[in-house]
């Protein structure tokens, strides 16, 4: 069974820093591009980021480009976000989630599963 | 690429045949998934490519559509299918986008 388990959320102040996490099983890590999807309290869907299986590529919402990294450690099967400058309107569940290729491409670019979600919490 | 889901939320009756429309700000082809989430829980696929059931996704599930209009139909509505549901375009990255959901609420 595929499984992806977040962690790393929690209350940070504006400015704050935090690195979530997202524990995979159930496949082989590295043939799979992965994802970050967000979810602000009480609002819709908002992709974050992206990274082929490799690491190589990586892809950023406009509104995080230069404030979050992401990043893969295929030995430890874990994906990362590093999240930094945060702000208000960056309090939302982070999701991650599994694309179906190793590479995202045209047409192939759903996320299944998901992750259960760790909540960050920007304030002061 | 601008995802626009309608309506925005229903009311339908256990049974009923439930029908959401995602409309493309320009053609993805048949580039399209529909998630479904219910409160507290992370979104669930139901279908890729416009028309393709996901693995365990009951039948009462269907997807048809190409180029910008789409829609998900539940066939027979069953307790367990109140949930919000999304769309997501496949096409062009980045970014991924997603339309604003559709809540179907119990009448």
């Known amino acids: 069974e595929v499984l992806l388990l977040e962690s790393g959320g929690g209350l940070i102040q504006p400015g704050g820093s935090l690195r979530l996490s997202c524990a995979a099983s159930g496949f082989t890590f590295s043939g799979y591009a992965m994802s970050w999807v967000r979810q602000a309290p009480g609002k819709g869907l908002e992709w974050v980021s992206a990274?082929?299986?490799?690491?190589?590529?990586?892809y950023y919402a406009g509104s995080v480009k230069g404030r979050f990294t992401i990043s893969r450690d295929n030995s430890r099967n874990t994906l990362y976000l590093q999240v930094t400058s945060l702000r208000a309107e960056d309090t939302a569940v982070y999701y991650c989630a599994k694309l179906p290729l190793v590479v995202p491409s045209a047409g192939y670019n759903w996320f299944d599963p998901w992750g259960q979600g760790t909540l960050v919490t920007v304030s002061s | 690429i601008q995802l626009t889901q309608s309506p925005s939320s229903l009311s339908a009756s256990v049974g009923d045949r439930v029908t959401i429309t995602c409309r493309a700000s320009q053609g993805i082809s048949s580039y399209l998934a529909w998630y479904q989430q219910k409160p507290g829980k992370a979104p669930k696929l139901l279908i890729y490519?416009?028309?393709t059931l996901q693995s365990g996704v009951p039948s009462r599930f269907s997807g048809s559509g190409s180029g910008t209009d789409f829609t998900l139909t539940i066939s027979s509505l069953q307790p367990e299918d109140f949930a919000t549901y999304y769309c997501?375009?496949?096409?062009?990255?980045?970014?991924?986008?997603f339309g604003q959901g559709t809540k179907v609420e119990i009448k």
């Open positions: 997501q375009q496949l096409n062009e990255y980045p970014p991924w986008t």
């Open positions: 990274i082929s299986g490799s690491g190589g590529s990586t």
């Open positions: 490519a416009a028309s």
